[in-house]
């Protein structure tokens, strides 16, 4: 079964606009990743955060993780049409990380 | 996917034939993932490497067997195609990065399997 399940799966917004995407998951983990994935293509690492960690950003990237509620959520701030694409949170679990498992994935569609 | 390709990009089979699909990478990575993506799933990993001759088991490894038997070679292969393995192939590497041990993935383009 899946470790991670992301929330909203679909999410259509404007330019301009913040998005937010939501990974819970099930485990103690040794870190959580987030993954973007352009239509027909592979995935590319966007940012890591660790289990001792609550907070990191990265540009236009901002990622949260609440290890209590087994939680994290990715935001991308100022959103642009570039940033259409399907995002996925990744965890690692503690004594296991080096078998990253992926969630379903959030579909996100930002409109000029 | 600079420094990691997959060979065939699209291949189509029938049942019961075998498949073999090949992960090349030129960046001497420990570690190489085999995953299938399917919608509504998101990527299951399927058998991984950590060293030449060394691998093991993903949660969906039914059907699947994998060989290294060089650094850059993972090769993932279907002994006998099924339809319910029609389905996009990835392959990733990765290296432990930092003291704790995260491991982050750098991806193929991936490999489009259909199985008729």
């Known amino acids: 079964s899946q470790q991670g399940e992301e929330d909203p799966q679909a999410l259509s917004i404007q330019e301009g606009e913040n998005a937010t995407m939501n990974c819970s998951y099930k485990?103690?983990?040794?870190?959580l990743q987030w993954y973007r994935q352009n239509s027909g293509r592979g995935l590319v690492h966007l940012i890591l955060?660790?289990?001792?960690?609550r907070e990191k950003h990265s540009g236009r990237l901002r990622v949260t993780l609440d290890t209590s509620k087994k939680s994290s959520s990715l935001l991308i701030t100022a959103s642009r049409a570039a940033d259409t694409a399907s995002y996925f949170c990744?965890?690692?679990?503690?004594?296991?990380?080096?078998?990253?498992?992926f969630g379903a994935g959030t579909r996100l569609a930002v409109h000029p | 996917d600079a420094g990691i390709t997959q060979s065939p990009r699209h291949k189509v089979t029938e049942t019961g034939t075998p498949v073999t699909l090949r992960c090349h990478q030129t960046?001497?990575?420990?570690?190489m993932y085999w995953y299938r993506q399917d919608p509504g799933h998101g990527l299951r990993l399927i058998h991984y490497?950590?060293?030449?001759?060394?691998?093991d088991k993903g949660e969906v490894s039914d059907g699947y067997s994998v060989s290294r038997s060089k650094t850059e070679d993972f090769l993932l292969t279907l002994e006998s195609a099924t339809s319910s393995q029609t389905s996009v192939y990835f392959c990733?590497?990765?290296?432990?990065?930092?003291?704790?041990?995260?491991?982050?993935?750098?991806f193929g383009a991936g490999s489009r399997l259909t199985v008729l």
């Open positions: 490497s950590y060293g030449v001759k060394d691998t």
């Open positions: 960046e001497n990575h420990r570690y």
């Open positions: 990744a965890t690692a679990p503690s004594g296991g990380y080096n078998k990253l498992i």
């Open positions: 990733a590497i990765s290296e432990t990065t930092g003291g704790s041990g995260a491991n982050v993935l750098t």
């Open positions: 485990t103690s983990i040794n870190n």
């Open positions: 955060i660790r289990s001792n960690e």
